[in-house]
C-alpha cells in the first residue's frame, strides 16, 4: 500500500489557484479565485456524507459523482486535434484493463456515491465487448446515468443493443458538415456514417443526441450557425468545444475561437438565443432558441473555466486514475489490482488522488507548455 501512495505524494499536478483570461474581442479581463467555492452548490458537508463517500470528496468540498472510462486508446479516425499525424503508440493489450476490472473498479465508484457513467476512448465502439460492459455497469446498484461519447463511425448498427444493454444517453463528435473537409480533418472517410448515427440515435428515442464540435479558426469556425441550424427541427443538442491543449495536437492560441466570439456569430443570426439555469456541476453554458427543438451548449475550458463545480473524474485504458483533464498527474490502479490489492486499500489509493485535486487548472498558455498524454491516451 505505502508504495502506491508514495507514488502519488510524488505527483505534481502543476496548477494555480487563481487565474485570469481574456476573453472575447473586447478583452474582458475574469479573474476566477479559490474564493469561488464558498457558494458552490456541489460541496457537501463532509460529516454528513456516507463514510464511503469520503474517497470522492476533495479537499475543496468537491463530491465527484462523475467518472469517465477510457475503454481503449484505439481509434478509427485520426482526428487533428487528437492525435499527431504520425499517430501515437498504443498501449500494449495486456497492460490495458480487462472488462472485469473495468466492472470492478466501477463498482467501486458507484458504491462510494458516482451515478454518471461515460465511456470514451480512442473510440469505445471498437472495443469488442462494449456490450457486455455496458450491460454489466448499467446493472450497478446507484448508477443513474450511462453515457458515451463516439465518433460515430459504426454506431449507427450498435447502437440497437448497446440500447438493450443499458445506454442512456449519446454524445457524438462531428466538427465539420463538409464531406471533404470531414476527410480533411480526421484524415479517414465516414462523414455520411456519422450523420447516419446521429438519425439513428433520433430514432431510437435519445432526446437530447449531444454533438460535440471543437472549433477551430480557418477550419471550421465558418460552419457555426450551420451547426446551430441542425437543432431546428430535431432533438439535437449542439455542443461548441473551445480548441484544448495536448501532446501532439499542435495548439496554438491562433487557433482559439474563444466562446465569446462563437456567441457573437450565433447571436447576429439567431437574436432569440437565451440562457437557461445551469446545474453548479455543469461544463457546459446551455441555450435555447425560439423555434427551435433542439438546442445550443458551449464548453469553454480555455477562456472560462469551470473548476469550482466539478464533479469529473477520469480512468483511462491503461488503468491510470487522473482527477484532471489538464493536470499530468495519474496513479496506476491497475497495478495494484493485479499486485491482489482489497477493495478498501484501493478506495485509499484513490481518495489519496481525489484530495489531492488542485482548485483550477492552469490558464491556456500555461496548459500548452505542461507535458500531458495525447487525448486518444486521456479519453475524450
Known amino acids: ?25 473586447g478583452s474582458v479581463s475574469r ?41 481503449t486508446e484505439r ?9 499527431p499525424s504520425e499517430g501515437v503508440e498504443l498501449t500494449p493489450k495486456p497492460q490495458l484493463l480487462s472488462q472485469s476490472e473495468i466492472v470492478r473498479l466501477a463498482g467501486l465508484f ?3 456515491g458516482v451515478n454518471k457513467i461515460r465511456l470514451t476512448g480512442g473510440e469505445p465502439t471498437v472495443r469488442k465487448d462494449i456490450e457486455e460492459i455496458c450491460m454489466q455497469l448499467s446493472s ?3 448508477l443513474k446515468n450511462l453515457a458515451i461519447t463516439t465518433n460515430g463511425i459504426t454506431l449507427a448498427r450498435k447502437l440497437p443493443k448497446l440500447k438493450e444493454c443499458g445506454l442512456d444517453s ?26 447516419q448515427s446521429i438519425d439513428s440515435a433520433i430514432a431510437l428515442g435519445y432526446n437530447p443526441v449531444k454533438v460535440n464540435c471543437v472549433v477551430m479558426r480557418g ?13 431546428r427541427d430535431k432533438p439535437i443538442n449542439v455542443r461548441f468545444i473551445e480548441f484544448m491543449p495536448f501532446d501532439g495536437n499542435v495548439w496554438n492560441v491562433k487557433k482559439l475561437v474563444s466562446y465569446a466570439e462563437v456567441m457573437d456569430k450565433v447571436v447576429k443570426r439567431f437574436p432569440s438565443i437565451k440562457r437557461v439555469q445551469d446545474h453548479p456541476t455543469e461544463t457546459a453554458k446551455n441555450f435555447t432558441i425560439d423555434g427551435h427543438c433542439g438546442s445550443v451548449s458551449f464548453i469553454t475550458s480555455m477562456t472560462e473555466h469551470f473548476c469550482s463545480g466539478c464533479n469529473r473524474l477520469r480512468l483511462l485504458a491503461d488503468g491510470n486514475f487522473k482527477v484532471c483533464l489538464f493536470g499530468p498527474s495519474e496513479v496506476s490502479l491497475r497495478d495494484p489490482i493485479r499486485s491482489g490489492a482489497d477493495d478498501e486499500t484501493l478506495r485509499e489509493i484513490i481518495g489519496a488522488a481525489v484530495k489531492r485535486k488542485k482548485a483550477a487548472h492552469a490558464g491556456m498558455l500555461d496548459i500548452a507548455k505542461t507535458a500531458n498524454r495525447p487525448m486518444i491516451h486521456i479519453g475524450g
Open 219 to 231: 477550419l471550421n469556425d465558418d460552419e457555426i450557425c450551420d451547426f446551430v441550424e441542425l437543432t
Open 140 to 142: 450497478l446498484k446507484g
Open 170 to 195: 449519446i454524445n457524438i463528435s462531428l466538427d465539420t458538415l463538409v464531406p471533404a473537409k470531414f476527410e480533411f480533418l480526421t484524415r479517414r472517410k465516414g462523414h455520411e456514417r456519422v450523420m
Open 1 to 25: 500500500m505505502r508504495r502506491y501512495l508514495s507514488k502519488l505524494t510524488s505527483c505534481q499536478m502543476g496548477f494555480t489557484s487563481s487565474n485570469s483570461f481574456l476573453v472575447g474581442s
Open 31 to 71: 479573474t476566477i479565485s479559490d474564493r469561488s467555492f464558498s457558494s458552490n452548490a456541489a460541496q457537501v458537508d463532509q460529516t454528513k456524507a456516507n463514510p464511503l463517500s469520503d474517497m470522492l470528496i476533495d479537499s475543496f468540498g468537491r463530491f465527484h459523482t462523475y467518472l469517465r472510462i477510457s475503454l
Open 110 to 112: 458507484v458504491s462510494s
Open 75 to 83: 481509434c478509427n479516425l485520426r482526428c487533428q486535434y487528437c492525435m
